[in-house]
C-alpha cells in the first residue's frame, strides 16, 4: 500500500519559519512530480508549490520568495521551506505526489494534512 506521511507542522509567529516533509512509502514503482496544497477554513484547496522529476519548481504568487520546494528521490521525500510566514500562510497543508505502484498507471495520492497556524 502506498502512502505519504507528512510531518513538520506547528504553531509559529509570523515571521517565523517552518519546514515541512513528506515522505512516500509503499510498493513504489515511479514518482513524478511532488507538490504541497493548502486548504485554509472556509476556502478551497489551492497549490502552494510543485516540483517535476527534473528538478523544475512551480509555485503560487502568494508565496514566491518566501517557500522553497525541494526532492530528495533517494529518499522519496520531499520538502517545503517556509520562511517569513504570515497569518494569511495558516491552513492545513497536504503533500500530493503522481506515483505508478503498479504498471497499470500513476495516479494522485494525498497525505493526511498537517496544521501549520502562524500567529502571535
Known amino acids: 500500500q502506498v502512502q505519504l506521511v507528512e510531518s513538520g507542522g506547528g504553531l509559529v509567529q509570523p515571521g517565523g519559519s517552518l519546514r515541512l516533509s513528506c515522505a512516500a512509502s509503499g510498493s513504489i514503482i515511479i514518482i513524478n512530480t511532488m507538490g504541497w496544497y493548502r486548504q485554509a477554513p472556509g476556502k478551497q484547496r489551492e497549490l502552494v508549490a510543485d516540483?517535476?522529476?527534473?528538478?523544475?519548481?512551480n509555485y503560487a504568487d502568494s508565496v514566491k520568495g518566501r517557500f522553497t520546494i525541494s526532492r530528495d528521490d533517494a529518499k522519496n521525500t520531499v520538502f517545503l521551506q517556509m520562511n517569513s510566514l504570515e497569518p494569511e500562510d495558516t491552513a492545513v497543508y497536504y503533500c500530493?505526489?503522481?506515483?505508478?505502484?503498479?504498471?497499470?498507471?500513476?495516479?494522485?495520492?494525498w497525505g493526511q494534512g498537517t496544521q501549520v497556524t502562524v500567529s502571535s
Open positions: 516540483i517535476s522529476t527534473g528538478g523544475a519548481t
Open positions: 500530493n505526489a503522481h506515483m505508478w505502484a503498479d504498471y497499470r498507471g500513476g495516479r494522485h495520492y
